[in-house]
Protein backbone atom coordinates (compact mmCIF):
# COMPACT_ATOMS: atom_id res chain seq x y z
CA UNK A 1 0.00 0.00 0.00
CA UNK A 2 0.84 3.41 -0.29
CA UNK A 3 3.41 5.20 2.44
CA UNK A 4 4.36 7.76 3.40
CA UNK A 5 7.55 8.23 4.94
CA UNK A 6 8.98 11.52 7.04
CA UNK A 7 12.23 12.66 8.58
CA UNK A 8 13.81 13.43 10.81
CA UNK A 9 12.21 11.42 13.48
CA UNK A 10 12.77 14.27 15.95
CA UNK A 11 14.86 17.57 15.95
CA UNK A 12 15.96 19.31 18.97
CA UNK A 13 16.79 23.18 18.26
CA UNK A 14 17.94 26.27 20.11
CA UNK A 15 15.26 29.22 19.98
CA UNK A 16 16.09 30.99 16.90
CA UNK A 17 17.35 28.30 14.63
CA UNK A 18 15.27 27.04 11.26
CA UNK A 19 13.51 23.68 11.23
CA UNK A 20 13.00 21.85 8.45
CA UNK A 21 11.07 18.52 7.72
CA UNK A 22 10.67 16.32 4.96
CA UNK A 23 7.93 13.97 3.77
CA UNK A 24 7.43 11.56 1.10
CA UNK A 25 5.05 9.33 -0.67
CA UNK A 26 5.73 6.31 -2.62
CA UNK A 27 2.42 7.43 -4.77
CA UNK A 28 2.09 10.60 -6.55
CA UNK A 29 -0.82 12.78 -4.69
CA UNK A 30 -3.64 14.69 -5.61
CA UNK A 31 -3.02 17.00 -2.42
CA UNK A 32 -0.80 16.73 0.79
CA UNK A 33 -1.61 18.45 4.27
CA UNK A 34 0.52 19.62 7.31
CA UNK A 35 -1.00 18.59 10.71
CA UNK A 36 0.62 19.67 14.18
CA UNK A 37 0.16 17.98 17.53
CA UNK A 38 0.95 19.53 20.59
CA UNK A 39 2.46 17.12 23.70
CA UNK A 40 -0.88 15.46 24.80
CA UNK A 41 -2.99 16.64 22.35
CA UNK A 42 -4.55 16.34 18.70
CA UNK A 43 -3.88 16.49 15.66
CA UNK A 44 -4.82 20.24 14.15
CA UNK A 45 -4.36 20.71 10.47
CA UNK A 46 -1.92 23.80 9.26
CA UNK A 47 -2.26 23.42 5.42
CA UNK A 48 -3.42 21.48 2.18
CA UNK A 49 -1.30 21.29 -0.76
CA UNK A 50 -2.89 20.52 -4.56
CA UNK A 51 -0.77 21.88 -6.88
CA UNK A 52 2.72 20.81 -8.17
CA UNK A 53 5.27 23.10 -7.10
CA UNK A 54 3.01 25.05 -4.74
CA UNK A 55 4.60 27.06 -1.94
CA UNK A 56 2.43 28.61 0.85
CA UNK A 57 3.85 30.92 3.69
CA UNK A 58 1.86 31.24 7.27
CA UNK A 59 4.19 33.60 9.10
CA UNK A 60 7.55 31.85 10.22
CA UNK A 61 5.86 28.77 8.05
CA UNK A 62 6.74 28.09 4.52
CA UNK A 63 5.19 24.49 3.00
CA UNK A 64 6.63 23.44 -0.17
CA UNK A 65 4.64 20.35 -2.39
CA UNK A 66 7.27 18.69 -4.67
CA UNK A 67 6.83 18.90 -8.87
CA UNK A 68 6.43 15.50 -8.93
CA UNK A 69 3.82 15.70 -6.31
CA UNK A 70 5.50 13.26 -4.09
CA UNK A 71 7.51 15.25 -1.62
CA UNK A 72 6.72 17.87 0.77
CA UNK A 73 8.45 20.35 3.36
CA UNK A 74 7.96 22.08 6.18
CA UNK A 75 10.61 25.04 6.93
CA UNK A 76 9.92 26.95 10.39
CA UNK A 77 11.85 30.23 10.40
CA UNK A 78 13.02 31.37 13.85
CA UNK A 79 11.72 28.42 16.11
CA UNK A 80 10.08 29.82 19.21
CA UNK A 81 8.83 28.03 22.13
CA UNK A 82 5.27 27.58 21.03
CA UNK A 83 6.43 25.23 17.98
CA UNK A 84 7.14 22.51 20.26
CA UNK A 85 5.14 19.27 18.76
CA UNK A 86 5.00 16.87 16.32
CA UNK A 87 4.36 17.84 12.62
CA UNK A 88 2.27 15.20 10.15
CA UNK A 89 2.30 15.26 6.97
CA UNK A 90 -1.04 13.10 5.53
CA UNK A 91 -1.68 12.27 1.93
CA UNK A 92 -5.04 10.84 0.12
CA UNK A 93 -4.34 6.72 0.41
CA UNK A 94 -5.03 4.35 -2.42
CA UNK A 95 -7.44 5.45 -5.04
CA UNK A 96 -11.25 4.93 -4.68
CA UNK A 97 -10.24 5.23 -0.95
CA UNK A 98 -10.89 8.80 0.32
CA UNK A 99 -8.64 8.79 3.60
CA UNK A 100 -5.32 9.89 4.84
CA UNK A 101 -2.75 8.36 5.22
CA UNK A 102 -0.51 10.29 7.61
CA UNK A 103 3.54 10.03 8.30
CA UNK A 104 5.22 9.01 11.18
CA UNK A 105 5.76 12.43 11.88
CA UNK A 106 9.17 14.71 12.85
CA UNK A 107 8.88 15.47 16.93
CA UNK A 108 10.39 19.06 17.11
CA UNK A 109 11.59 19.99 20.84
CA UNK A 110 13.01 24.01 20.61
CA UNK A 111 15.49 24.94 23.69
CA UNK A 112 14.77 28.66 25.21
CA UNK B 1 -19.78 25.32 19.80
CA UNK B 2 -19.26 23.39 17.11
CA UNK B 3 -16.99 20.26 16.85
CA UNK B 4 -16.32 16.66 17.73
CA UNK B 5 -16.99 14.78 21.07
CA UNK B 6 -14.80 11.36 21.91
CA UNK B 7 -15.94 9.68 25.55
CA UNK B 8 -14.37 8.33 27.85
CA UNK B 9 -10.85 10.29 28.04
CA UNK B 10 -9.72 7.93 29.56
CA UNK B 11 -10.37 4.00 29.45
CA UNK B 12 -8.97 1.31 32.15
CA UNK B 13 -10.48 -2.21 30.91
CA UNK B 14 -9.19 -5.98 31.55
CA UNK B 15 -7.75 -7.93 28.83
CA UNK B 16 -10.44 -10.00 27.35
CA UNK B 17 -13.53 -7.10 27.48
CA UNK B 18 -15.17 -5.34 24.59
CA UNK B 19 -15.16 -1.43 25.06
CA UNK B 20 -16.76 1.31 23.05
CA UNK B 21 -15.34 4.38 22.18
CA UNK B 22 -17.88 6.72 21.60
CA UNK B 23 -17.70 9.72 18.91
CA UNK B 24 -20.28 12.44 18.14
CA UNK B 25 -20.35 15.68 15.95
CA UNK B 26 -21.82 18.13 15.38
CA UNK B 27 -20.33 19.72 12.48
CA UNK B 28 -22.71 18.44 9.90
CA UNK B 29 -19.82 16.19 8.16
CA UNK B 30 -20.97 13.80 5.76
CA UNK B 31 -17.09 11.76 6.75
CA UNK B 32 -15.80 10.32 9.67
CA UNK B 33 -12.78 8.07 10.28
CA UNK B 34 -10.67 6.46 13.50
CA UNK B 35 -7.26 5.93 13.77
CA UNK B 36 -4.84 4.82 16.00
CA UNK B 37 -1.52 6.38 17.67
CA UNK B 38 0.79 4.30 19.40
CA UNK B 39 3.46 6.08 21.32
CA UNK B 40 6.26 8.34 19.33
CA UNK B 41 3.90 6.67 16.10
CA UNK B 42 1.78 8.12 13.41
CA UNK B 43 -1.60 7.97 13.03
CA UNK B 44 -2.78 4.36 11.44
CA UNK B 45 -6.36 4.18 10.06
CA UNK B 46 -8.81 1.39 11.76
CA UNK B 47 -12.38 2.06 9.73
CA UNK B 48 -13.62 4.82 8.18
CA UNK B 49 -16.81 6.24 6.23
CA UNK B 50 -18.41 8.07 4.05
CA UNK B 51 -21.96 8.33 4.42
CA UNK B 52 -24.71 6.77 6.82
CA UNK B 53 -24.66 3.06 6.86
CA UNK B 54 -21.85 2.66 4.75
CA UNK B 55 -17.87 2.28 6.22
CA UNK B 56 -14.91 0.87 4.99
CA UNK B 57 -11.97 -0.68 6.26
CA UNK B 58 -8.48 0.60 6.88
CA UNK B 59 -4.83 -0.36 7.01
CA UNK B 60 -5.47 -2.14 11.12
CA UNK B 61 -9.47 -3.21 10.71
CA UNK B 62 -8.99 -6.28 12.56
CA UNK B 63 -10.12 -6.51 16.11
CA UNK B 64 -12.42 -3.62 15.58
CA UNK B 65 -16.07 -2.96 14.43
CA UNK B 66 -17.72 0.19 14.09
CA UNK B 67 -21.38 1.63 13.01
CA UNK B 68 -23.19 4.39 11.44
CA UNK B 69 -26.50 4.43 11.89
CA UNK B 70 -26.41 8.28 12.44
CA UNK B 71 -24.44 11.01 10.30
CA UNK B 72 -23.14 12.82 14.11
CA UNK B 73 -22.15 9.36 15.33
CA UNK B 74 -19.77 6.89 14.43
CA UNK B 75 -18.42 4.64 17.17
CA UNK B 76 -15.69 2.41 17.64
CA UNK B 77 -15.57 -1.20 19.57
CA UNK B 78 -12.38 -2.49 20.66
CA UNK B 79 -12.88 -6.34 20.59
CA UNK B 80 -11.02 -9.09 22.39
CA UNK B 81 -9.34 -9.99 19.16
CA UNK B 82 -7.67 -7.07 18.74
CA UNK B 83 -4.13 -8.41 20.08
CA UNK B 84 -2.47 -5.10 21.49
CA UNK B 85 -5.05 -2.66 22.21
CA UNK B 86 -3.70 -0.53 24.35
CA UNK B 87 -3.67 3.27 22.46
CA UNK B 88 -4.60 6.23 21.64
CA UNK B 89 -8.05 6.28 19.47
CA UNK B 90 -8.90 9.70 17.76
CA UNK B 91 -11.68 9.99 16.08
CA UNK B 92 -12.25 12.65 12.75
CA UNK B 93 -14.44 14.15 10.41
CA UNK B 94 -14.25 16.17 7.33
CA UNK B 95 -16.89 17.64 4.99
CA UNK B 96 -17.52 16.14 1.80
CA UNK B 97 -17.22 12.62 0.51
CA UNK B 98 -13.80 13.69 -1.59
CA UNK B 99 -9.83 13.07 -1.10
CA UNK B 100 -9.45 17.10 0.30
CA UNK B 101 -10.36 19.53 3.03
CA UNK B 102 -8.95 19.37 6.53
CA UNK B 103 -9.81 16.42 8.90
CA UNK B 104 -10.93 17.71 12.50
CA UNK B 105 -9.84 15.45 15.29
CA UNK B 106 -11.52 14.53 18.60
CA UNK B 107 -9.21 15.36 21.48
CA UNK B 108 -8.81 11.38 21.76
CA UNK B 109 -9.90 8.63 23.99
CA UNK B 110 -7.13 6.96 25.58
CA UNK B 111 -7.66 3.28 26.21
CA UNK B 112 -5.02 0.77 28.90
CA UNK B 113 -6.13 -3.11 29.02
CA UNK B 114 -4.80 -4.26 31.93
Known amino acids: GQQVMQIPQYQHVQEGEDFTTYCNSSTTLSNIQWYKQRPGGHPVFLIQ?????EVKKQKRLTFQFGEAKKNSSLHITATQTTDVGTYFCAGPTAAGRRALTFGSGTRLQVQP | DGGITQSPKYLFRKEGQNVTLSCEQNLNHDAMYWYRQDPGQGLRLIYY???????QKGDIAEGYSVSREKKESFPLTVTSAQKNPTAFYLC?????????????FGEGSRLTVL
Open chain 2, 49 to 55: SQIVNDF
Open chain 1, 49 to 53: LVKSG
Open chain 2, 92 to 104: ASRVGQGDTGELF
